[in-house]
């Protein structure tokens, strides 16, 4: 998934990801923006960058760089 190294992923990609619900797909970018806001950083709503979320999620991968 290199295309989405760089980029915002929204709760649809997620839900596709995790088999998550639409609603906790959301409160999870809800919960990962807040801590990115706590850290500083400026988010978009309703969408997360995928490194982040990527790293939160499935943890720390050898080529995933999410140091945020």
Known sequence: MDKNKNRFIDAKEIMELTGLSKSAAYKLIQQLNEELAQKGYMY????????????????KDGDRDASI
């Open 44 to 59: 978009v709503r309703g969408r997360v960058i995928y490194p982040y979320f990527y790293e939160r999620f499935f943890g």
